[in-house]
């Protein structure tokens, strides 16, 4: 099992420019998360897909958008990415584990610059 | 004020040192307590769950949930250097169905 994969690892974009960060899921989670971390900020929700079919914002989800495409995979699109973009991306995947709880498991991470 | 709150660090021990993390919060509907370890340029991987109050114990680490105290712990006996990272603590719980991270302390733990 892969678990969960992202793509790219890194990425550097102009100004303006847009993109798709990719990932996909092996495990058979329902719900699956995108995320953004910067220092002394923690993880921040942008967009989370709770189910097949359904998507819906998280904390910080001005200047993105989100595809769930079928179960394994939730793509991220930067539409027209800025320097306050700049950081890194992590998708995580949840499904009910053998204990009834609903942990997280994470991506690699896709490093993004913005100049 | 952030619902949940944890202390960024750094904290630097020698090896050998029994290593207490913490986070406190806010929010009393908050059932499910987990905690992440992060090495640097990867992703979080999830360290251990606890499920309401009370210890969990797995090998070197413990966590232990004060729900009357809206305080978890993260324990570390033994602490190694390939102990040295960030841990990020994270729960969920009541009309949520998003998980909240703290902002993660960095630990470092000297040969």
């Known amino acids: 099992n892969a678990g969960v994969t992202q793509t790219p690892k890194f990425q550097v974009l102009k100004t303006g420019q847009s993109m798709t960060l990719q990932c996909a899921q092996d495990?058979?989670?329902?719900?699956m998360y995108w995320y953004r971390q910067d220092p002394g900020m923690g993880l921040r929700l942008i967009y989370y897909?709770?189910?097949?079919?359904?998507?819906d914002k998280g904390e910080v989800p001005n200047g993105y958008n989100v595809s769930r495409l079928n179960k394994r995979e939730f793509s991220l699109r930067l539409e027209s990415a800025a320097p306050s973009q700049t950081s890194v991306y992590f998708c995580?995947?949840?499904?009910?584990?053998?204990?009834?709880?609903?942990?997280?498991?994470f991506g690699p991470g896709t490093r993004l610059t913005v100049t | 004020q952030k619902e949940v709150e944890q202390d960024p660090g750094p904290l630097s021990v020698p090896e050998g040192a029994i290593v207490s993390l913490n986070c406190t919060y806010s929010?009393?509907?908050?059932?499910?307590f987990m905690w992440y370890r992060q090495y640097s340029r990867k992703g979080p991987e999830l360290l251990m769950y606890?499920?309401?109050?009370g210890n969990k114990e797995d090998g070197r680490f413990t966590a232990q949930v004060d729900k009357s105290s809206k305080y978890i712990s993260l324990f570390i006996r033994d602490s190694q250097p390939s102990d040295s990272a960030t841990y990020l603590c994270?729960?969920?719980?009541?009309?949520?169905?998003?998980?909240?991270f703290g902002t993660g302390t960095l630990l470092a733990v000297q040969p």
């Open positions: 995580a995947s949840s499904g009910k584990g053998l204990a009834g709880t609903y942990e997280q498991y």
């Open positions: 495990m058979n989670h329902n719900s």
């Open positions: 897909s709770a189910s097949e079919g359904t998507t």
């Open positions: 929010n009393s509907a908050f059932q499910y």
């Open positions: 606890t499920y309401s109050s």
């Open positions: 994270a729960m969920i719980g009541g009309a949520t169905n998003k998980l909240i």
